[in-house]
């Protein structure tokens, strides 16, 4: 059976190999170069992940089947400038042999219901321009585009 738990400490090891699989897959990805160079979650991995399992404004989730971790999500409130707050999923991965059963699912739906809780504005997720299957993912769940960042790369100077 397919579910999302709170993460806890002992599964750091699991989640920082599933965020390693998470930027290789993006790096590789149309706009991934940038992204892991400007956004991805740095090393080391185990110690950013445990800063967010104690962050009380973050929520940093393990997505299962049956017993076992085979994705996860973070997520983090943002305050705005006009007092209302946001939140951010930072992370949001399964891994590739346990897509399409719903363990995505069961993560986003506790993130979105996590952020109600915490009197979010609305939710904001990345998706790369090339993976559509991301943006169908999320626009499945109500989430649309509501910014596009553009970019062009530049030759170092001579």
């Known amino acids: 059976m397919e579910g999302a738990r709170p993460a ?6 699991r989640l920082a190999g599933l965020a390693r699989e998470l930027i290789d897959e993006l790096a590789a990805e ?16 185990d110690a950013t992940l445990a800063a967010d399992l104690a962050d009380p404004a973050t929520l940093a989730l393990a997505g299962t089947i049956d ?12 305050d705005l400038d006009d007092g209302g707050r946001l939140a951010v999923v930072r992370d949001l991965y399964v891994e590739a042999p346990a897509r ?3 363990v995505g699912a069961a993560l986003l739906d506790a993130v979105l219901a ?5 009197g979010c504005l609305g939710v904001d997720a990345l998706a790369l ?15 649309v ?9 530049l030759e170092p100077p001579a």
């Not at 806890?8 to 090891?13: A, F, G, V």
């Not at 321009?129 to 989430?143: D, I, W």
């Not at 585009?145 to 790369?153: C, E, F, L, P, S």
């Open 8 to 13: 806890r400490s002992e599964d750091l090891p």
């Open 30 to 45: 149309k706009g991934g170069a940038v992204w892991r160079r400007h956004a991805a979650r740095t090393e080391p991995l």
């Open 67 to 78: 017993s076992s971790v085979v994705g996860y999500a973070v997520a983090s409130v943002v």
């Open 100 to 102: 399409g059963v719903g």
């Open 114 to 118: 996590w952020a109600r809780d915490q």
């Open 129 to 143: 321009p090339g993976s559509r299957a991301t943006k169908n993912f999320f626009e499945g769940f109500g989430l």
């Open 145 to 153: 585009a509501r910014a596009i960042v553009v970019h062009r790369g």
